[in-house]
C-alpha cells in the first residue's frame, strides 16, 4: 500500500519560470494538504483541497500560487513567476476525513530557484 | 489564533538515556489534537504520538510518552531508552476540532543522540 507520493523530489528553477510540484494521495484517500517549510522553521499550512474543491487556502499567497485537485489524476501546486524566496520544501500531506484526522505526509520536493 | 512553540532549538542525550521536549500552546478551544512528528535526516514527516485534549490520560508509544497538562497548555514528548535512530528534528502541532484543515506546526527541536 503506497504512502503518498510527490514528484519530482527536487525542482531546480530560474527566476521567473513556472514550478508544478505533484502530489497523489494515499490510496482511499480524497483529503490533500499542503504545506512550505522554509530553511530552520516548522511547517506552515497553505491549502486544502477535496476532490475538485478547494476547502481552505487561508495558508496561500494571493498570487502566483494555486493549487488543484481533479477528478482524476494527482493533486498540483503551481508556483508561477518563481522568486527567490519561494526556495523552500514543499509537503503533501494526505487524510481519509475520518475523525482521527490523522494526515499522512509525503517525502516533499524541495524547490531551489536560482 | 493559535500558536506553538518549541522553545528548545536543540537537545543533546546519550544512547539509553531518556530526554524531554517541550512544547506549549495557545488555543481559547476546549477541544482539540496534538502530535509530535519526527523529521529525519530523510526529511520524512512521521508521526510519533498523538493526544486528544478530551482524553486525561498520556498518550504512550512504545518508547515515546506525553505528558498533556491542558490547563498549563503544555505538551511535552519524553523519549525513554533513546536510540541513535531518533536523531532527527521534532515538531510539536496542534489542530483545532473545529478547524481539522490544518496542521498547526512549532518550529521544531533538533535532538542529537550521542552514542
Known amino acids: 500500500n503506497a504512502g503518498v507520493m510527490q514528484n519530482p523530489r527536487h525542482l531546480v528553477r530560474r527566476r521567473g519560470q513556472e514550478a508544478r510540484l505533484r502530489c497523489s494521495p494515499m490510496?482511499?484517500?480524497?483529503?490533500v494538504y499542503w504545506y512550505r517549510q522554509l530553511p530552520e522553521e516548522g511547517l506552515k499550512f497553505m491549502v486544502y483541497l477535496q476532490k475538485e474543491n478547494i476547502i481552505d487556502e487561508s495558508g496561500m499567497p494571493k498570487e502566483r500560487f494555486s493549487a488543484e485537485f481533479p477528478k482524476e489524476g494527482p493533486s498540483i501546486l503551481r508556483i508561477q513567476q518563481v522568486v527567490r524566496g519561494d526556495s523552500a520544501a514543499y509537503f503533501c500531506?494526505?487524510?481519509?476525513?475520518?475523525?482521527?484526522?490523522?494526515?499522512?505526509f509525503g517525502p516533499g520536493t524541495r524547490l531551489t530557484v536560482l | 489564533a493559535q500558536t506553538v512553540t518549541q522553545s528548545q532549538p536543540e537537545m543533546s542525550v546519550q544512547e539509553a538515556e531518556t530526554v524531554t521536549l517541550s512544547c506549549t500552546y495557545d488555543t481559547s478551544e476546549s477541544n482539540y489534537y496534538l502530535f509530535w512528528y519526527k523529521q529525519p535526516p530523510s526529511r520524512q514527516m512521521i508521526l510519533v504520538i498523538r493526544q486528544e485534549a478530551y482524553k486525561q490520560q498520556n498518550a504512550t508509544e512504545n518508547r515515546f510518552s506525553v505528558n498533556f497538562q491542558k490547563a498549563a497548555k503544555s505538551f511535552s514528548l519524553k523519549i525513554s531508552d533513546s536510540q541513535l535512530g531518533d536523531t532527527a528534528m521534532y515538531f510539536c502541532?496542534?489542530?483545532?476540532?473545529?478547524?481539522?484543515?490544518?496542521?498547526?506546526f512549532g518550529t521544531g527541536t533538533r535532538l542529537q543522540v550521542f552514542p
Open positions: 502541532a496542534f489542530m483545532s476540532a473545529h478547524n481539522t484543515d490544518k496542521l498547526i
Open positions: 490510496k482511499g484517500h480524497s483529503h
Open positions: 500531506a494526505s487524510s481519509s476525513g475520518t475523525s482521527d484526522h490523522e494526515q499522512f
